[in-house]
């Protein structure tokens, strides 16, 4: 398949499932969005979870999991995929909880991680990379090495730039505007709507 496909019937399942939604919707930063992704509606669906998964694969190249011990997931949804994608690659899967246990070990880290091991971190969707960076500084805490994450799909607000501060590149199997540009192109969504979020993507990098 190739990859404008897949981004195509990406965004179908993005549709369908209602995982992609448009309006004014308030993000976890505190800042308004014209769209909202919600990628832990996606499981409930097995047929579109395991296309999605499919896509994850795609970005997974031989030197990308050639050069992982194991795979980290973060909540929430990054801890479904990165389990799912542990098992299908034959890879150890721990996961990084938001706060460390207030109890037993009191734990931020569930799962085995010994130092000096390349942890590839996973989760679905990255705007700034705010998520990712907490897990990035756990795991490097407990003596794992991070090069590498990846998500699903970039938001385009800084995500990628402020990963590389920290020495971590960051792969996407696409971008909100190379979705967002197929469903245009179809007539599935409307010029405005793919006017706003590119007009979302400007502001949020140059501000």
Same mark, same amino acid.
């Given at each position: ?23 004014? @919707? ?25 296309? !999605?998964?499919? @896509? ?44 460390? *246990? ?16 390349? !942890? ?7 705007? *700034? ?17 991070? *090069? ?16 590389? *501060? ?6 996407? @199997? ?34």
């Amino acid at each position: 398949m190739e990859r404008r496909e897949a981004i195509d019937e990406l965004g179908q399942i993005l549709l369908k499932t209602g995982c992609l939604r448009f309006g004014t @919707f308030k993000l976890s930063s505190g800042a308004l969005s014209p769209y909202y992704v919600d990628l832990r509606l996606i499981p409930s669906d097995p047929q579109a979870f395991k296309r !999605i998964i499919d @896509f994850y694969s795609y970005v997974l190249d031989g030197d990308l999991l050639g050069r992982s011990t194991r795979f980290a997931g973060i909540p929430t949804a990054g801890i479904a995929y990165g389990a799912v994608l542990a098992f299908v690659h034959g890879k150890p899967f721990l996961y990084v909880r938001k706060g460390a *246990k207030e109890y037993g070990g009191r734990r931020k880290i569930e799962g085995l991680l010994f130092p000096g091991e390349t !942890i590839l971190v996973l989760d679905d969707v990255v705007t *700034k990379g705010s998520n990712l960076l907490m897990a990035i500084e756990a795991i490097r805490t407990e003596g794992g090495i991070v *090069k590498d994450a990846i998500v699903l799909l970039d938001r385009q607000e800084g995500g990628v730039e402020n990963l590389q *501060k920290v020495g971590v590149s960051l792969h996407s @199997f696409t971008t909100i505007s190379q979705v967002c540009e197929v469903l245009r192109d179809k007539d599935v969504i409307s010029d405005d709507e793919y006017d706003q979020i590119v007009k979302q993507i400007i502001r949020e990098v140059s501000g």
